[in-house]
């Protein structure tokens, strides 16, 4: 959806709000009501008549602009450029980890080796990639969907096989809420493609846990990382032994 296409549902909504008609904010912008209407059809308004509209809904225009950004699409995945800026510079790919857990910038600068000036620049950096929305007193609203994934074979991901995956598999597992499950087996081709529903549906639950426990302190959490996977996979060393 179009930001005019946005605006105008917002000023629909606050017209709706104010229980102003389209003959009411004729009236107060000096126009014909038909010409109001095809006004907000068209959605195509300058900026002194949007601040007109403003006034006469006695809304504030940073309001009306905060609420039009807030009906922006939430981005379910990155584009290849997007993730390549992330993982060029180590900083920045911790920083944009720590704002997918929303961590604050005075968590950020507390828990790692980063000055505040730093951190500002980075979430600066996020910004512009289009991962955060950074506002006021440093602080952001993040951009991303519930759904949001790393792609596949996209930088990120690559870069997590070359320099994490050893380091991740390398733990005990052995920790409170922590395991390791490995099953092997043959199953219906047709029936593979359930199990990795489920095995989404199960990241789902773990990104909205992730959500809903913001509100708790910060020594009632955890950081816990979770890694789902399913392939049709031999190990090597069994493959050199078939005949």
Request: net charge neutral.
């Amino acid at each position: 959806m179009s930001t005019s296409a946005d605006l105008v549902i917002v000023l629909k909504k606050e017209l709706k709000a104010a229980q102003m008609t389209y003959a009411d904010l004729a009236l107060a912008l000096g126009m014909a009501e038909s010409s109001v209407k095809r006004m907000l059809a068209r959605g195509d308004m300058p900026l002194s008549r949007i601040d007109a509209i403003c006034r006469a809904l006695k809304l504030d225009f940073a309001d009306l602009a905060q609420r039009v950004a807030d009906m922006q699409p939430l981005l379910a995945g990155l584009t290849e450029a997007q993730e390549k800026a992330v993982v060029a510079d180590k900083k920045l790919l911790l920083t944009a980890i720590c704002v997918l857990s929303q961590w604050t910038l005075e968590q950020i600068t507390h828990s790692y080796r980063l000055t505040q000036a730093e951190c500002i620049q980075y979430l600066a950096q996020l910004d512009r990639i289009g991962i955060i929305e950074l506002k006021a007193m440093n602080r952001y609203r993040l951009k991303l969907a519930k759904t949001f994934r790393w792609r596949p074979h996209g930088p990120v991901m690559d870069y997590f096989r070359d320099n994490a995956l050893l380091d991740y598999f390398s733990g005990g597992f052995d920790g409170d809420g922590e395991g390791l499950l490995l099953v092997h087996g043959s199953v219906s081709r047709s029936l593979a493609p359930s199990f990795f529903e489920r095995m989404q549906r199960v990241a789902q639950d773990f990104a909205q846990q992730h959500q809903a426990d913001q509100k708790l302190a910060e020594k009632d959490r955890e950081g816990y990382t979770l890694l789902l996977g399913m392939r049709s996979w031999e190990f090597e060393a069994f493959t050199a032994l078939r005949r």
